[in-house]
């Protein structure tokens, strides 16, 4: 099975990643924004870091087919921390990987924005940071998401949010 974190940045999403890891034998965190960098690294300098890398098809096809492998070469849970707020490449992703026949319990988590900013914060990112300046378009995007289940992180910790999301393997 697949487990996708999603939510604005700053609201805990790697955290509970790493809480859930814990809780699940067999799981393992995969980080996206590490085909990102990869991809940074290869292109050729007059094409690095120019926008999301999100918006690169390469990025979302490939996360979605080595996704897919890993889906189906081991047996483990593969949960994956990212935020991915428009609803065509969460279509091209998430449900790329359902169309093929793979389980994706899709979860989004919310907080407030006085939350999330104090989160931010306490990550070390500045008032005004560039995370900071997405968090508008990320509430607004993530609210008008379908398929997935939210889960509202005011008050809690890493832990107590991955206990909320009752993953059971398939």
């Not at 590490?34 to 094409?47: D, I, R, S, V, Y």
Request: glycine share 8%; hydrophobic share 40%.
């Amino acid at each position: 099975m697949i487990v996708w974190i999603n939510g604005p940045f700053g609201v805990g999403k790697t955290s509970v990643a790493e809480a859930l890891h814990k809780l699940l034998p067999e799981s393992h965190v995969y980080d996206p924004e590490l085909t990102g960098a990869f991809l940074w690294t290869m292109f050729p300098p007059e094409m690095q870091r120019k926008g999301d890398f999100q918006d690169i098809p390469l990025w979302r096809s490939f996360n979605r087919e080595l996704l897919a492998y890993l889906y189906e070469t081991w047996p483990g849970t593969l949960i994956v921390p990212m935020t991915l707020v428009r609803p065509d490449y969460v279509e091209e992703i998430i449900g790329g990987l359902r169309n093929s026949g793979i389980r994706v319990e899709h979860f989004v988590l919310t907080a407030s924005p006085e939350t999330i900013c104090r989160r931010l914060r306490g990550r070390g990112e500045p008032p005004g940071s560039w995370a900071e300046q997405q968090l508008p378009r990320c509430l607004a995007a993530l609210e008008g998401l379908t398929g997935c289940r939210r889960i509202d992180t005011e008050g809690l910790d890493a832990a107590a949010v991955a206990e909320q999301m009752r993953i059971r393997p398939a």
